[in-house]
Every structure is written in structure tokens, then in C-alpha cells.
């Protein structure tokens, strides 16, 4: 090249910067995912516990339903105001605020003293979660380096992990510890705030630094009632997966108790054992919605894992343990994919469709945990598992959704 062509190319970027900002960027992705799963991992404690809560209060399901149904609501009602609001004026530290509140009420859930104040322990921790998902998640995107869909299955993944750590450590912490044993996990919520503080000063110069350059969307040319119709149908994907999982997170301890008699120790291992598939199915169905289009991750994460829930309930111990891992693994892997595809047909609106959608997840698994505790308690929870199989069948609505990404080309054999 002439020494002409090189001065009007402008300015060589080097591989040295190029690989400091990507290692910056992983870091920082790394970082809220590891919080991400301190705060799933605390959250997860109050299902875990409802074995003790149960005793010791002197609940029926459908107490347990509420205590769900209070946290999950909360969290989805202010999850997309949360999203939306912080759009349009960013809020760098409110990630550490999101997980005190999350602190405050897992202490409180520690020494509440009647029912009324585990309700108010849930409201504190559904705040809590209302204020970290969406913003955890528009960071993650900052710091995709344009892999979003890695990137939010990565940061996902994080609080998946934080579930099913969650039960595991209830079976051997605070079952023998009692209530007051939560406390103990007060040191992780400190953990994370501290973590969750120098993310904020990053996001603080990353979003001072864009301010300065204007901001690039990519356009899909739908109409509005169209994406508005997709979104419709995105949302109803979101209520079949979580309904039915909140039959698994919620009850699924019960239910093996129930038929196979197992103790509270194996029931929460196997329930440990689930929540990992559930881990590992997010983290795979991110890159492949990056590598295959995220329409057919949802195709088959959602309709896919139809026979194995049809299968569950007519299934003897083994397995019922190796269904659950099954259906974990294929249906955790669409809420990457629908994630990323809404903030693809709403550019610019990632907190807001962040906290839409967290907001939905929390608030169907909120609401399925209450009608299940209610049809559990008039029937059985068996009962329950026959009527959850069919929900899966809610993804044949994917066909319905437009193809908004370009196709995915396979590499030339002569240039692979």
C-alpha cells in the first residue's frame, strides 16, 4: 500500500487494544454474571426453605403459593417501570442498591416472627430483584462485543447456577440451622454489592463516553401492529416455560416426597440436579441463537420439550430424575433467544423489554406457583404434573413470528 492510501485510511487499530477492550468487556460480562448468580442464589432460598416455613408456621400450599406469588409480582410489576425509567436516565449504582434490598429482606426473612412478616421479607427481595434484572441485563448487552445472544445466555447462566446452588445449600445449611440459618448468606448479598460497585463506576464511563457519539440501530421494517403481535407472542412462549417451571422450582420437592416417599435431603438434591440442566440449557441456547437464529432455538426449546413433559408424570424415580434434567436443559434454553429477538424488534429499548420480560418470567412463575398451590391443595400435586405436561404446546405459536435476522450463511468449504 502507498504511503498515500495509508494516511487517508486513518488510524491503525492494533491487536493490543483490541484484545484489552475484550478482555475489559469479558470481565465486566463475568462480573454480573458471577452476581447475578449471588443474587439468584440468595432468592432461591425461599423456596428452598418452604419445607421449614411449612413447619414451623403451620402453612398449606397455598401460604406457600402467597409467599411466591407475593415476591414473583412484585418483581414483575416493577421490573419493565424500572427498565423504562432507567432508559431514559441511567442509573450507574442502582445494581448495588437492587441487591440491599435483597440483603434487608433475606435478614428479615431470617428472624420474621408471623406470615405477615414473611410477606413483607418477599416484598423487600422481589424490589430487589425488580431493580437488579433489568439493569444487569442491559449491561451484559454493553459488554456482548455484538454476541448478544452469548452474552445474555452467559449472564443468564449466572443466575441459573445461583438456583440451583440455592437448594443445595438450604439442604445442608439451613435445614439443620433452622430459619435463623438464612443469615448466614447475608455474607454473599455483601459480596455482591461490593462486586456490584465497581461495575456501576464501569457503566458509569462506558455510558459517559457513548453520550458522545450517536447511537446506531438495526431496523427490521415491521409495522407496529406487527411487532406489537410478536411481542404478544413472545409473551405467551414466556408463560408456558415459566408456568411449567414454577411446577418444578416450587413443588418439585413435594411432589417426589409425595409419590416416592423420598426424604427432604434427596428431594432437594434432585431439585439441585434440575436447576443445573436448567444452567446449562441457558448458557447453550444463547450461542446457538447467535450461530443457528434464535427463531429456532425457540421452535425447539419450547414445542421440543413436549414429549418428556407428557412422559413425567407416568415415570417411576430414575426417571422422573432423568425427564427433569431433560426438560430442564431443552426448555432453559429459549429465554436467551426470545430475549434478545424483543430487544431486536424494540431497538433502543433494552431496559425496558429487559424488565418486560424478566417481569413476565417472575410474574407467570409468580401466578403458576399460586394456582398450582390452590389445584394442589383441591386435588393433589400429582394432579398438578398431568395438567403442567401440556403447556409446552403453546410453542407451536412460534411459527407466527416474522423472520427478523439475516440468514446464517455456512462458511465456503474452500475458505473454512
Known sequence: MSQTALETAGPVITPEPLKAASKTLFRVLAAISFCHLLNDMVQSLLPAIYPILKTEF??????????????????????????????????????ATGMTFTLIGLLLLAVAPTFHWLLFASCLIGIGSAIFHPESSRIARMASGGKHGFAQSFFQVGGNSGSAIGPLLAAFIVLPLGQKGMAWFALPAIVGIAILLRVGRWYKARHAEASKRPERHQTHHLSRARVAGSIAILVALIFSKYFYLASLSSYYTFYLIQRFHTTVQLSQIMLFVFLAAVAAGTLIGGSAG?????????WISILGVLPFTLALPYANLFWTGVLSVVIGFIIASAFSAILVYAQELLPGRVGMISGLFFGVAFGMGGIGAAVLGKLADATSIITVYHVCAWLPAIGLLTGFLPNIEAPKHKPHPATA
Open 290 to 298: 447467535d450461530r443457528y437464529g434464535r427463531k429456532l432455538v425457540i
Open 58 to 95: 403451620h402453612l398449606d400450599f397455598t401460604h406457600l403459593g402467597l409467599l411466591t406469588l407475593t415476591y414473583q409480582v412484585v418483581a414483575s410489576l416493577l421490573q419493565p417501570v424500572i427498565g423504562q425509567y432507567t432508559d431514559n436516565y441511567p442509573k450507574p449504582y442502582a445494581l
